[in-house]
């Protein structure tokens, strides 16, 4: 294991997010970040799928807090231990993560410093109610703070911290279907127009005339029509 501020590009190639592969001998090697500094770490193997599986259970046993320090593990702790990423998630998912997260230290009132073990489902659920009331949230945007907590109190359970989630009970809301959109006559027509294949009018037409969709038109046989 090794520590470095950045990537030896000219021995190393990126094969996924956090592995790099040793040109010499095609090893791959885990990069990842304990307590704020860099580690690298020779998997031993030059299987990427299996490098990415190892690099998750090796985040997932640096942010492991000591079994007797558990029960004492704050929020503040535990999130310092989500954002070490044990769960592999993507850059992309990470940072939207990271964004929620910075609301929920700005908002959480009952205080960072709580026990793990002291925070109550009630909790969890006023906080989303205050966070979909100030922020006027659709239910896909309350969904994004649901699943943010239902990760970081997986950790706490992991860790020994507590037995059972107390997001378990904050359950995914249905996301409403986006409304379709209906053109005007004269825009059917320029759509239909602009098909360059008869065969792609007659379906636009069926469809804009008929207003159905694609998944419906696949499921149209002729017993259905007169």
Same mark, same amino acid.
């Given at each position: 294991?090794?520590?470095?501020?950045?990537?030896?590009?000219?021995?190393?190639?990126?094969?996924?997010?956090?592995?790099?592969?040793?040109?010499?001998?095609?090893?791959?090697?885990?990069?990842?970040?304990?307590?704020? &500094?860099?580690?690298?770490?020779?998997? $031993?193997?030059?299987?990427?799928? #299996?490098? =990415?599986? +190892?690099?998750?259970?090796? *985040? /997932?046993?640096?942010?492991?807090?000591?079994?007797?320090?558990?029960?004492?593990?704050?929020?503040?702790?535990?999130?310092?231990?989500?954002?070490?990423?044990?769960?592999?998630?993507?850059?992309?998912?990470?940072?939207?993560?990271?964004?929620?997260?910075?609301?929920?230290?700005?908002?959480?009132?009952?205080?960072?410093?709580?026990?793990?073990?002291?925070?109550?489902?009630?909790?969890?659920?006023?906080?989303?109610?205050?966070? &979909?009331?100030?922020?006027?949230?659709? $239910?896909?945007?309350?969904?994004? #703070?649901? =699943?943010? +907590?239902?990760?970081?109190? *997986? /950790?706490?359970?992991?860790?020994?911290?507590?037995?059972?989630?107390?997001?378990?009970?904050?359950?995914?809301?249905?996301?409403?279907?986006?409304?379709?959109?209906?053109?005007?006559?004269?825009?059917?027509?320029?759509?239909?127009?602009?098909?360059?294949?008869?065969?792609?009018?007659?379906?636009?037409?069926?469809?804009?005339?008929?207003?159905?969709?694609?998944?419906?038109?696949?499921?149209?046989?002729?017993?259905?029509?007169?």
């Amino acid at each position: 294991t090794k520590s470095s501020q950045r990537t030896p590009s000219k021995r190393f190639q990126r094969v996924g997010h956090g592995l790099f592969r040793f040109k010499k001998t095609g090893t791959i090697y885990a990069v990842f970040k304990v307590n704020g &500094r860099t580690r690298w770490k020779s998997l $031993a193997t030059d299987d990427v799928v #299996y490098a =990415r599986q +190892l690099l998750a259970e090796e *985040k /997932i046993s640096t942010s492991r807090v000591d079994w007797r320090q558990a029960r004492s593990l704050t929020v503040q702790q535990l999130i310092e231990a989500y954002l070490e990423n044990p769960m592999g998630l993507a850059a992309s998912t990470l940072k939207i993560r990271k964004g929620l997260l910075k609301v929920f230290e700005r908002t959480w009132k009952y205080g960072l410093g709580i026990r793990v073990s002291a925070v109550k489902s009630i909790m969890l659920k006023t906080w989303l109610a205050e966070r &979909r009331r100030e922020q006027s949230l659709k $239910a896909s945007g309350v969904n994004n #703070y649901i =699943r943010l +907590l239902h990760g970081l109190f *997986k /950790i706490a359970v992991e860790t020994g911290a507590v037995a059972e989630s107390p997001a378990k009970a904050q359950s995914l809301l249905r996301e409403e279907s986006p409304d379709r959109l209906t053109p005007s006559w004269e825009q059917a027509q320029a759509i239909i127009g602009s098909a360059k294949h008869q065969h792609s009018k007659d379906v636009l037409s069926v469809m804009l005339y008929l207003g159905l969709g694609q998944a419906e038109l696949l499921n149209l046989y002729g017993e259905h029509f007169d």
